[in-house]
């Protein structure tokens, strides 16, 4: 009889199960009275909330880890606070706004139509929300929130909000409420642009039919497949290369193919002075040292072996915030669903549009701080170049976002405990029984008769069964052929002849 054994295993979503409340009150520090209908809610995330008229709030299901808390109201500066959620609820002491001071400044009135503000705006929207096929089922409600200006001498985009720009993604079914607090968009005449943007927002569920939000639900979860916050949680779980991930490290190196700067600089200044005075012999020399001087000065070593967990992150004191380091070089991140990698790293065409599966980490900061929902504590701790450069607002998901299949085991004693119960449960309805025969002597020579006795039982503690009455023998001979076939009646799971 062959057997067969059961195991059960137990998923758990990625964050942490427990969720807490946060209430406080928000005071007008200048009058002491309490500020009702101001907007509270935790930067980048799905939760948020009003004032009541005595100024209290609460924020309800927050889930472990660390979030920036603001307050914004018009007329008031805006609060920010940095809040560690714990397993306990959290109950803040008084929040205190300061009114907004206004200053009278020259004011310039430009007709509704201007022509320059509009091309500001687009230009805006191609570098915050995008120009992706999930950016193209965006719309910036509110634009007349925008404060845009163009510099022509630095070619740079600038902006800020007075107050929330609403924006709303068909793509990813979410309303967007960003409060701008810096964008800057500057390109270069050789091709190259640094684009910049930071501020907080507050993500809101758009409802919809069953339809759009099950095609929501898809592309969110394609979204989050190749992004910074599926990396960084995969490196906090441990499941970087489970996770479709492969991590290299890389440094910035001097190049060797550029001399030192004042070597180039003496030899500049040599041959133009010995070109100036009329020998056009020197004009090679000197075209070839303007040809070093426009060399990078570094270039990009990438390390070609594997980095893991332990190489890349570090606990700290506060629980559950990790630093993520790399011996101040940079991390080589190639995304791939099904694990197809390429024997080695690649740094060429980087940021082309047909890369979708390789970035670059450059850390700002000697290290990055990492709260367990992969969220970053600063985010200009670290840039990115590469496949993350393409991602815009169309598509930002919220800290809180949990991927529909991204599931840990739980702990090996759990799994025990839940399968021995799934087996006895399954061992209770569907009874086994099992048949002994005891035999008067060990062997058998031709003419000897075969005395034995039939012992049948059933359940773990292989009492008499009372299920069945008959049991049946086959007596086989050495051609593999059955002899005789006998039908013994069974009373309280014993019988014999």
Not at 13 to 36: H, K, W, Y
Not at 48 to 56: E, F, I, N, Q, Y
């Amino acid at each position: 009889m062959k057997k067969s054994i059961v195991f059960l295993l137990i998923i758990l979503p990625f964050t942490c199960l427990a969720q807490v409340n946060i209430s406080g009150r928000v005071i007008n520090q200048a009058d002491g009275e309490p500020v009702s209908s101001a907007s509270i809610f935790l930067s980048n995330a799905t939760i948020g909330t009003k004032t009541s008229s005595d100024g209290s709030f609460t924020l309800n299901k927050v889930k472990t880890g660390k979030y920036n808390l603001v307050v914004s109201i018009i007329g008031f500066e805006s609060y920010h606070q940095v809040i560690i959620v714990n397993n306990i609820g959290i109950t803040l002491p008084d929040i205190h706004i300061i009114p907004k001071t206004i200053s009278l400044m020259e004011v310039k009135i430009k007709p509704q139509n201007d022509a320059s503000r509009q091309r500001n705006i687009q230009l805006f929207i191609n570098e915050f929300i995008g120009t992706s096929a999930l950016a193209r089922e965006c719309k910036l409600i509110n634009p007349d929130m925008l404060d845009v200006d163009f510099d022509e001498t630095t070619n740079t985009l600038t902006a800020s909000s007075v107050d929330f720009l609403v924006i709303e993604n068909r793509g990813l079914g979410y309303r967007l409420k960003y409060l701008l607090a810096d964008f800057y968009n500057n390109r270069n005449y050789y091709g190259s642009f640094k684009t910049h943007f930071e501020g907080s927002v507050l993500f809101e569920e758009i409802k919809g039919t069953p339809a759009e939000e099950k095609r929501w639900k898809k592309n969110r979860e394609q979204v989050y497949e190749n992004s910074p916050m599926h990396f960084l949680r995969s490196v906090i779980t441990n499941q970087v290369e489970e996770e479709g991930f492969r991590v290299f490290q890389y440094a910035n190196e001097p190049n060797p193919e550029r001399p030192a700067d004042d070597l180039i600089a003496a030899k500049i200044n040599q041959f133009t002075k010995l070109k100036t005075g009329g020998n056009k012999r020197y004009t090679d020399s000197l075209s070839y040292w303007i040809k070093k001087s426009k060399l990078d000065k570094t270039y990009l070593n990438l390390r070609n072996f594997f980095l893991n967990q332990s190489d890349i992150l570090k606990p700290t004191d506060v629980t559950k915030m990790y630093a993520l380091n790399c011996e101040m070089d940079g991390l080589h991140v190639t995304y791939n669903k099904d694990r197809h990698f390429s024997k080695s790293g690649a740094l060429n065409h980087l940021n082309e549009f047909y890369n979708t599966e390789t970035s670059l980490i450059t850390f700002n900061t000697p290290y990055a701080l990492v709260d367990n929902n992969g969220g970053l504590v600063d985010p200009n701790s670290l840039s990115y170049s590469g496949a993350w450069t393409h991602y815009r607002v169309a598509e930002l998901l919220p800290v809180d976002y949990e991927p529909l299949q991204r599931t840990l085991a739980a702990p090996t004693a759990v799994l025990a405990e839940e399968a021995m119960a799934k087996l006895k449960n399954y061992a209770e309805i569907h009874i086994n029984e099992k048949a002994y025969l005891h035999f008067d002597k060990p062997y058998y020579a031709a003419g000897d008769t075969v005395y034995f006795k039939a012992y049948i039982t059933q359940g773990d503690n292989h009492e008499p069964t009372r299920t069945s009455g008959v049991l049946h023998v086959d007596f086989i001979n050495t051609a593999d052929k059955i002899d005789r076939s006998i039908k013994l009646k069974i009373a309280d799971g014993v019988d014999g002849i």
